[in-house]
């Protein structure tokens, strides 16, 4: 830790590359835009496949994995899909030393190649639904790179599923978007707005696409999850059919939905501060980090051993001991806080007299606290909630503080420069471009949750039935 | 599970193919040599996974992330490691619309890219070892192809460490050996052999390789995980280098092992017979099938609240009600057998009113119990703990059967037309490539539990100091 970190007031993008080196999350790979995820990275991001799997279960679907590569002519089939993924594909041409009949896409998302397989697998209405998740890397070919927010490869979950009505599906869909945001606000300490995409947002191939939208720390919007309703897209192109109660063939409806490592990305930059990483409780690789004090052996020994007993004592919560000796204690406290854990506990001879220790957290500057070792048990599992806690609500406050309701179009361009401007919009896509000719900001969302009545759109003054959340999107 | 499954007396590749499809495992995919993982595949695999990474955590390593694609280059810099794998490789040739300047190869194995980010996270003797596990998917072009055992693409995890001593290295190839043997036999329930490679089966960059061999239900082994110790092979061509305590600058010495979705072919064969599947309880990802009998509502009502009674006993045991109303009892049976389910509970009227329950083990053929509903918590458990030593007593019976140690070479091969066949081998490549011509029988292993003093080759009749295992193999 010998380099600072930019501070977010003076360059918030190279702040965030510096946090993501320098808290030893990822690397640029010698691929142009791949990257290595380094084991801290990959612990959260451990963390988070785990906080996302278990709800997946928790609703009734199965994992499963399907090829990497995709023949050509699949992603061919769905007009939109095509249009949409084809300037960003891997081809494989040659396979084994020899060049391949049909060159083999390497997967940009699976509806394709997954359709392939549910139209085997799908037979009768009894099969359905069918829900399933598969966990594994992508390929979208990109010119402009950052690592987790934008990545050649990138790990995610795709959820696919089928349907035997529309309804079931568009519930499925939304039921997932909602998945995603109590993930995003109970585990992440994110908060989120859910909604709809505009048709110019959609997913390529989607009849309706869904996303979870966070604030960064700069007043962006980042999309953190998206459900899509394909309707019978896809079941269309690849005969995705069963017979229903009455013996007819009918289309399955389908939905699909993914978060991807862009969520590391997300954390980062919701919660991270000039000093490093802070990372949400139920998250952290490390809950709680402990660093021992000693100036002689006997005082090593000590100490040591009223560790053992604070082990013992948090045997449930994620715990390191930083005993390394060649490093002095404000050295460690500055690696810990720029790698976010969550609450340090220090401990020294005159706290082993005193039968205590300094507890610091990470989410409230320089605030500190002397806790009994007896009650250690109970005071820092209360510390990590009130921690998770903070951090959301701190979230919280900073979007309200950056959100507003605009009256005019002048006062919403100054808005969209710093965070999200809720306006009334006609639902042109012209008065939508327009405003990302103006302004770079786009829609974001169209929250589920409306004002009740109606207004007039903040561009063109036409008479408008829904609001929309406009701002600067990574 | 209208079909039968071919016997594997009559058939055992057809038998392998049929309870892969049959039970569900996976699917060939639309592309050549791919496979798709289906949920009950899928899931066995979770487990396979789990059992594992909690063990390479344990025993100090990481999980990381690296770049799916590696420039042709760096293949290329090991001369052995390009020969071994070039003929395997699949390339990208274009990405994002364009002709690519270097093509990429899909990731056979991960040595080269690793060694890229060891060369620059290594600088000194204290950050060393270096331990680090990737769960990833890999592929190696193949021609033939069958699923699980060896498809173009598959799943597996792969070790790499870096250390400051030869020793050290050695050391850890060898731990990590005996951490995929403690896995195969106690969770996978499947006795293996452990030993050394001769220099033609030797994993290509290596310098030395392990491995563990099982004996499937043919005679024939499988290689079930390697462990490879790499020398200074691929440090020198990467000038992953590091300032040992003298401040001199050295070659780290590395290792790298790995697991694949292949354990889920190994555990197929050694437990399955002519119904389906038979799955150790520790990796089983249902442990025990609840199949309900009624003929009335009333009955159902009954039946169904002594099943929840169950449930609560059983809440740690991964359980399964099949309540499906369109299928008889037998079929469900035969179904689950076919899955492999450890341990069925068959439950009907008559056993609701005498308090109890039929057990049927998946291990034994036609052996059922009956056990009263307040002895299940303890019960249910102790039979699944001695399902799973059941089913390795089992395979261990069988390789020793199929084991034999041969006096001269007429006997040895026909010791190898059925089994392992422990033989003294002098150490030359010429004996090994004529037991090869004239057997297809391999060195599977030289195991590390030798007899005492020395022996004849069995080929040549030389002096020799080692024991080999010979036999067919996947």
Redesign the interface.
């Known amino acids: 830790m010998a380099d600072k970190v930019t501070p977010q007031s003076e360059d918030y993008s190279r702040w965030y590359t510096d946090i993501v080196q320098m808290a030893e999350l990822a ?1 640029y ?3 142009r835009g ?6 801290y990275g ?2 959260l ?2 963390n988070i496949r785990d906080g996302l799997d278990w709800r997946f279960k928790a609703t009734g679907h ?10 050509l002519s ?1 992603i061919q089939k769905e007009a939109d899909h095509v249009q949409g993924f ?12 020899q060049e391949l009949e049909e ?2 896409v ?1 997967r940009p998302t699976s509806e394709t ?1 997954i359709n ?2 549910f139209s ?1 697998w799908i037979q009768s209405y ?1 099969d359905l639904p069918l829900l ?1 998740n598969q966990w ?2 992508v ?1 979208r ?3 402009r790179t950052r690592l987790f927010l934008r990545t ?2 990138f ?1 995610w979950q795709e959820g696919h599923t089928a349907h035997a009505t529309a309804e079931e599906a568009q519930e499925e869909a939304r039921r997932m978007l909602e998945v995603y945001a109590d993930f995003a606000e109970n585990d992440a300490a994110i908060p989120v707005l859910s909604g709809r995409k505009s048709a110019s947002e959609r997913f390529a191939g989607a009849v309706e696409s869904l996303s979870i939208e966070a604030m960064m720390g700069n007043g962006w919007a980042l999309q953190a999850g998206t459900s899509h309703f394909l309707g019978q897209n896809f079941a269309k192109v690849f005969g995705t059919q069963f017979l229903n109660e009455n013996n007819e063939l009918e289309y399955v409806w389908q939905t699909s939905w993914g978060v991807s490592t862009r969520m590391v990305g997300a954390i980062i930059m919701v919660h991270g501060d000039d000093q490093g990483l802070r990372l949400p409780p139920r998250l952290a690789p490390i809950q709680v980090v402990i660093v021992p004090i000693w100036k002689s052996d006997e005082q090593r020994a000590q100490v040591l051993q009223v560790v053992e007993r604070i082990r013992e004592d948090l045997a449930g919560v994620r715990l390191h001991l930083d005993d390394r000796d ?1 490093l002095t204690p404000g050295w460690k406290f500055n690696d810990w806080e720029m790698r976010g854990v969550p609450l340090r506990i220090e401990i020294g001879p005159r706290d082993v007299a005193k039968e205590q220790v300094v507890l610091a957290r990470r989410d409230l500057d320089k605030v500190k606290e002397t806790a009994p070792l007896a009650e250690l048990a109970q005071r820092v599992p209360e510390l990590l909630d009130e921690i998770q806690q903070s951090l959301f609500q701190q979230a919280l406050d900073f979007r309200q503080e950056r959100s507003s309701e605009p009256k005019d179009y002048q006062e919403f361009s100054r808005a969209v420069e710093i965070g999200f401007a809720w306006a009334w919009w006609c639902g042109s896509e012209e008065c939508e471009a327009k405003v990302k000719e103006d302004t770079k900001a786009t829609i974001r969302v169209i929250p589920f949750e409306q004002p009740e009545g109606g207004g007039r759109c903040i561009v063109c003054g036409a008479e408008a039935q829904e609001q929309a959340v406009f701002s600067r999107a990574y």
Chains 1, 2 share one sequence.
């Open positions: 690397d790979a010698p691929v791949c990257m290595i995820i380094r084991p990959y612990a991001w451990e199965q994992n499963a994995y399907f090829p990497l590569f995709i023949p699949y084809s300037p960003q594909l891997a081809v494989v041409t040659h396979g084994g030393g060159p083999l390497v190649i392939d397989s085997k009894r399933i594994a890397n390929v070919w990109e010119m050649t490869e790990l060649s």
